[in-house]
């Protein structure tokens, strides 16, 4: 729902795509076309490859305490917060719908899976923190899953469909630049893209209480800071996630130091624990 199809120029356009390069990159040098938001305008996406890869390293620095966001395909474990199984680079629960639909991609690739087996129980526990026939073999499976290029592939896909490309999609139409996109994608991937008041929606909601949207006029600065209040809030409801160090130590500081862009190199701590990308 969230995906475009990529369109083609046709071959009779080279010279309207040769046209719009030359105005890019004299708006790049030239002070006349350039303008007060050049800057912002300009900047990447957190959909560039660079970016991304930061935004995976940093949310697995606060989701398994490593930088190595690509050892955590084999990760699961129930951490007590009521979603049943946490697993994959992404903490698809089996409570929460996310690792059912993982699942069912996978086995819609390959059939034979390790993991097709446990989807009837993965449909019955969904919605609540029961093992109830998973146990006790599943999180070997899903570790012996893991070692499979399909299965990778597979978090890598539902990864973007359902928390990194709405998180893009929404930070740009806010016009948000690379770090705002990056706060966005956290708080999907913590609280979950619905309209309570502990989603993200809900967190947005209560931000735009305090300040405006860049795209609404507002101040990108005033309004992350808005929105990262409203996102301690609402981990500060939830005891599991209450310890709110990767807004305060980590997104936070980027925020503090002007760094809108999410350029390195970053310095940023999580839980107490130092990282560091050159």
């Not at 946490?86 to 690792?99: L, Q, R």
């Not at 973007?160 to 770090?179: I, N």
């Not at 996109?181 to 502990?198: L, N």
């Amino acid at each position: 729902m969230h995906s475009s199809a990529t369109r083609s120029t046709p071959p009779s356009q080279p010279s309207r795509r040769s046209l719009i390069a030359l105005l890019g990159a004299l708006a790049l040098t030239s002070p006349l076309l350039a303008g007060p938001h050049a800057s912002a305008a300009t900047a990447t996406g957190l959909d560039d490859p660079a970016k991304k890869e930061l935004a995976m390293e940093l949310v697995s620095s606060a989701e398994n305490s490593s930088l190595d966001w690509k050892a955590q395909y084999g990760y699961i474990e129930d951490i007590g917060d009521g979603r049943g199984y946490t697993a994959g680079i992404i903490g698809f629960c089996s409570g929460t719908g996310d690792m059912l639909e993982l699942v069912e991609l996978y086995t819609d690739r390959v059939p034979d899976n390790v993991l097709a087996k446990y989807l009837p129980a993965l449909r019955e526990v969904d919605g609540s923190d029961s093992h109830s026939g998973l146990d006790p073999d599943f999180p070997r499976d899903w570790r012996s899953a893991a070692k499979d290029p399909d299965f990778q592939q597979a978090q890598d896909d539902e990864r973007d469909r359902v928390y990194f490309d709405p998180a893009v999609s929404r930070g740009k139409s806010d016009g948000l630049g690379v770090l705002g996109q990056f706060i966005y994608y956290d708080a999907i991937v913590m609280h979950g893209d619905g309209d309570d008041a502990t989603s993200f929606g809900g967190i947005r909601k209560r931000a735009l209480a305090d300040a405006g949207t860049p795209s609404q006029g507002g101040d990108e600065t005033d309004y992350l800071n808005a929105f990262l209040d409203a996102r301690v809030w609402a981990m500060k409801q939830e005891e599991a996630h209450s310890d709110t160090t990767r807004v305060d130590t980590e997104q936070r500081v980027f925020l503090d130091a002007g760094n809108l862009n999410l350029d390195t190199p970053l310095d940023w701590k999580v839980y107490g624990d130092s990282y560091h990308i050159g």
